[in-house]
């Protein structure tokens, strides 16, 4: 694939670049009843105009995410300004944030905050949603608690993935691209149809990338990745009234990411040290490019899925079924002190920490709905939901201590450990531990409205939920007490609880013209219970952390002018959590460790505006702009007694304003037999920090990303060749600052995008 890449790379005409998009640029998908352009979603659970929805929604289409060069929903955030990608050192520990609000944590019996929906169903588990985006249609994003539809995993919001459908005509395309630093990527998708009443849709991807950072111990590129997989759907009319939709997908990565740079000096008395051991590093903050580790970090992953959705026509209603079974396995390995061998100095030194954690996940989920027929003045969808995830962890971590009062370095990195005269001198052991947890979900729930009067609607739901997680965790402990970042007792723990909800919303919606309509909504979400179940798991974490709840307040305006060619969206909103679920620093001899915990009350203030403009001339502008308060508002100390002292610091990753401008341009000059598309973008963020309170060290400054692209296409658009620039100015960023390294210096995650790069796509579709 790589020599076909650069063959075809090579062969390609350079052109000059401007352009992306931002807003809901989605695929066009139906007409209104006056012929107008109306961007469909269905994230509400039945067929809806994106317009009439009373809720904030923002969408994206598979075109728009192609042209700005994304391939997963980390990719997505610069095109959505309330949602915000932390990235975790693996798909397990990262985590989606929507309004400021999201959840970090290490725990296995812990949910997200955001939910993730891929073709109707539920993603159990955050880290299950960062893989490749891949024949995507659209992306819907609702923001606020989604809980009277979706569950007890969407307190924030719902990110909600919808495939391409197969086409009724034999048809395809191909899809390759490859960018600066050995980063190349493939897809194809072909759809089949079999018969009259059988469709079927094959997509499959894969690709590679060296990385951003050196590993100055062995001369390697980290921050990499290989990946592939395969996406097949399958339609079949049973009859005029049953529709069937089979869906399969799997997914493998082997990730060498992600590596966190050693961005300041060390600090105190062992900083000479400590110093020898970062030979040829530049400690620039986000500007660092190079490590020095020993083991690398890296993530194994594979993914897949098979489901089964059944439409049903029973008169005017439709009944629902979707059947799921998917399975999430993921190995992190991951250096934890950040050297390419244990610090040799006075005292036990640094230790060297190797984590190896396996983890196994499977999932199975029933949903049964019916939907009332669209244009009554009473319009519903009641159902049920049943969901059963299972996982289980084996990690183990290896420690190594330089033992030794005086010692010298071993510059050949042979011995752990030596002295002046050549003898080591070290104490190693590890720990290890087996556990995991069950989640059980079942759920009733009914969402609808009521046209009052020609203009007035009532919209409103309820869901009751009944949620039971039990967990276990048997550690084998260290033989040596006290060593860094290990325990050295037995745990034989388990629990289990149980937990009954209801929630919903309540709200107005008034169409003032055919082309206003207000709304104002009341809703209450839920996040499910937790356990702070993790490698070093105590007594003090054996009590369930209860559920988290909110209660959110929203209103806005949706208006669209001239057959839907200029559309303006705006949405206030109050959010008040209760209970937050939020990890708590701890040390466990020395070592910063992390704890999930019931942190206090928080909150989530602000406003949101979306615009689209499609001029005639083929031009379209469009952004988005969030200016959010999110916020504590009362915070457990120390003795977890809940205090205002911390009242109004920022919650992490919560920029106060975010924003998004973006244009796309298709031009057909007369001397050329083509079409040249130009598209641009550019995004900025406001200052942030990476964990909860205002902590000045981990502040991640404002940043302002622009891309560009420019292509050139046949009058069909069956061929087209795009160059495009990511971070056209170059700026230098980190997506998150963690404290904890050597002698005190700060960790930085640098994204791919922190660095300017420039690419060639080329893409043919054939049949149609």
Known sequence: MRHLLLGSAAAATLFFAMGTSAFAQAATEAKSDDGAEVIIVTAQKRVQNVQEV??????????????????????????????????????????????????????????????????????????????????????????????????KNSSAGVVNIISNSPGRVHSGDVQLTANDGNEFKLRASVDMPISDTVRSRVTVFGGSYDGNITNLTTGDKINGYERYGVRGILDIDASESLKVRLIGDYRKADDNCCGEVIGTAPTGANAAALLTLLPGITFAGDETRAVRNNLVTRTEEESWGVSAQADLDAGDFTITSITAYRGWDNREVREGDWLDRPAAYVGNGFAQLHDDGPQTSTTFSQELRLTSPAGKPLEYVVGAYFANAETERDFRRDVTVCSASTLAIDTTGQRPCSTATGVSTFVSAFSSANFGSESRNVALFADGSYQATERLSVVGGVRVTQDKLSYYHNRVPSPIGGLPGIRNDTSGFKGNTKEDNVSGKLGLKYQATDDINFYVTQSRGYKGPAYNVFFNMNPSGLNAIAPETVDSTEGGVKTAFMDNRIILNFAVFRAVYENFQANNFDTLNGVVITRLTNAGNVSTTGLELDWLIRADSGLTINGGLAVTDAQIEEFRDANLVLSSARRGERLALSPRLKASLGANYEWEPEALPGIIHLNGQVSYSSDQFSDIGENPLLRIPETTIVDASIGISDKQDRYRLTLNIKNLTDEKYASLVTPGGPGGALRYLIPRDADRYVGLTLRAKFGG
Do not use: H
């Open 54 to 151: 009373a809720a904030a929604v923002s969408v994206i289409g598979g075109e728009q995410i192609a042209r700005a060069g994304g391939y997963n929903i980390e990719s997505v955030q610069s095109q959505i300004p309330t949602l915000n990608f932390r990235k975790g050192g693996t798909n397990l520990n990262s985590s989606l944030f929507l309004r400021g609000v999201g959840t970090i944590n290490f725990s296995i019996a812990a949910e997200p905050s955001v939910a993730v929906v891929l073709d109707g169903v539920v993603l159990a588990r955050a880290g299950e949603a960062f893989g490749d985006l891949s024949d995507i249609q659209r992306i819907e994003v609702l923001r606020g608690p989604q809980g009277t539809l979706f569950g």
